[in-house]
DNA sequence: GGCCTCGGTCGAAGCGCTTCGACTCCACTC
DNA sequence: GAGTGGAGTCGAAGCGCTTCGACCGAGGCC
């Protein structure tokens, strides 16, 4: 391995010398910063990574916890972890991938470590574990998701709040009276996710506005569950015109089993999904849908990082406004 | 933060000593790791990542290269992702996030930097420019998949050659003797992706040898494109009875036009998958498939690194041996 | 013309750890 | 009773980099 000493020896210069070409962090005049970079070409310079962090106490790494469960919906996470890890790069840090399995644990040795300046967490709780641990470890932290509590801490996540009412209301213009909640599997609901709760309190607030009455079914993936989980909704409100999806793994099982009953889409029930675009328009019916912005919220939680670790950034809970996309899947209530 | 000297002059010994107790190098007193170990506690000290790395040379960071094109069932990548990351873990190594979007030069700059001890690829193509670079850097390294050139590289994939005689010996078996491949996206084949090819030769060769005839065709994932190509398909070879699957994204679609055309599984047509458990029994009809051992794929890679990383491991290629599952999704061929 | 300023460069002191050789006991052996 | 060997500990020398203060000319100023 070749040493900034080398580079030095090799461009007649000192060490220190190279370090500030290296990091700009002093002037070099022309003639000096050409002479050490053609060195570093001929050579194949690369700086220790161990090196540079020890000297600097600065990793140029970011730690990102992801969820193990699967009871989530993959694509989203691994959206989000992939324009974490692209963004990250663009600024120059490379990204630590964690999964949920050490638990806290990992925040602690993380941070005491100095493996990773700074620390993403995705999936998280409403009151999640992690985050005493994460306050008085000092180090910066950006959330996906949005704990009870977020003093002293950056969020990042779409407006689940905003994001249920906009269905709601899409579906109230359209002339909808009653609606079902198809949300995601119990468990989501049991952990607290703040997504998932977030969105039925949305949904309820505007039902109310609106008038629209609303009925919550938390539902797992798959055609055997939707199934029971559809007959019951409408044994209890046979009515119900309109149904909002907050569950990619449920979409083509329901639009499977309306077509199946002889419900047409958007004729007889109107669908709208929270979902990521490409579940929306690759269904069988392209469906009308709030898109999720995984890759917007990945790379705003990177930008938040680099500001934090710059010395620029507050702490503050950032929303990504919801955007729905009227498809296919909706239409003016059957009279 | 703590540092080893703290501890040390906490306990009463030399930083040696303490870091002797920590690695296991040297025999210890019990009585003086005791002290040690009391100290490391009451102090909260972890060691420093940079230092560590810097002294000894190895940083316990395995890279791992996942793409960045989403053309590839996502769930699958996010598997094996978190099945390195986890098992990493158990071995004592934190793992490095790399997408392919810096491309080959990410090699060179982790090689170069000292950042990981080794690396992990995933998707690797027939002739991946990323292993030249692998090679002459020297570093140690995995591949999930396999190369035309394997020399000098560790590999561990499923062994998709079997995989595709499997399916193939399957059908053959319950007497049906027209098969349709629909296969991964066209780009999938046109990057010579290894797994793609070799799926479809083991195919071809099964099917001469059982005299079936076989006719292939790639395929993008949702409705509009299944329909197209099942059209095709039929138009071609009318007598068409056996389908064998491998794209995640083709499945439900496929399932669903073949019950719009009136054609019932397993009674008419029988269909096989390549693709992971939970699709498969997730479908709509249960599947009767070949598995895709995401996480033994991820597991069998990290203990490869590590087994070379301490001097035990060899350059071979490990192909997991396939399983077939029989569902509900095939049956003999109707008469 | 002396003085100050400032751009450009260097030397040296670490950053916190690992590891090698050396040293000290102490229990044996012959 | 001197010699041997192993267990247990220490000191010191780095690992390759960053960064601080110092130094040295060259202008600009009065």
Do not use: W
Request: proline share 4%.
């Amino acid at each position: 391995m070749v040493t900034l000493a080398e580079v030095a020896q090799h461009a007649g210069v000192s060490a220190s010398t190279v370090s500030y070409v290296l990091s700009g962090k002093r002037s070099i005049s022309a003639s000096t910063r050409e002479r050490v970079e053609h060195s570093i070409q001929q050579l194949g310079y690369h700086p220790n990574a161990g090196a540079r962090a020890l000297a600097s106490s600065r990793s140029n790494i970011i730690a990102l916890m992801v969820p193990l469960r699967t009871d989530m919906y993959v694509p989203v996470m691994m959206e989000i972890a992939i324009a974490v890890a692209t963004s990250a790069r663009t600024h120059g840090y490379d990204v630590l991938l964690l999964t949920g399995e050490e638990g806290p644990a990992a925040v602690r040795r993380i941070a005491g470590s100095s493996l990773a300046d700074a620390m993403i967490l995705m999936d998280v709780e409403l009151h999640d574990e992690r985050l005493p641990l994460l306050r008085d470890s000092g180090r910066t932290a950006v959330l996906i998701g949005l704990p009870s509590d977020t003093s002293g801490l950056t969020c990042v996540d779409l407006d689940f709040e905003a994001t249920g009412a906009l269905c709601v209301d899409h579906l109230a213009g359209l002339g909808h009276r009653e609606v079902a909640v198809i949300g995601e599997a119990a468990a989501v609901y049991e952990r607290h996710t703040g997504f998932a709760e977030r969105t039925v309190d949305g949904i309820r607030a505007k039902a109310q506005e609106t008038g629209v009455r609303i009925l919550h079914r938390p539902c797992e993936g798959g055609y055997a569950a939707m199934a029971g989980t559809l007959g019951r909704i409408f044994d209890e409100r046979p009515g119900t015109t309109g149904f909002i999806v907050q569950n990619e793994a449920a979409v083509e099982p329901l639009l499977n089993l309306l077509q199946q009953q002889g419900r047409a889409v958007p004729e007889d029930v109107s669908v709208v999904a929270i979902c990521p675009e490409q579940v929306a328009t690759q269904a069988s019916v392209r469906l009308t849908s709030v898109a999720i912005p995984a890759q917007e919220m990945g790379r705003r939680s990177v930008e938040q990082v680099v500001a934090k670790l710059t010395g620029r950034g507050t702490d503050e809970v950032e929303l990504l406004e919801p955007v729905l996309t009227v498809r296919a899947s909706s239409g003016p209530a059957p009279v």
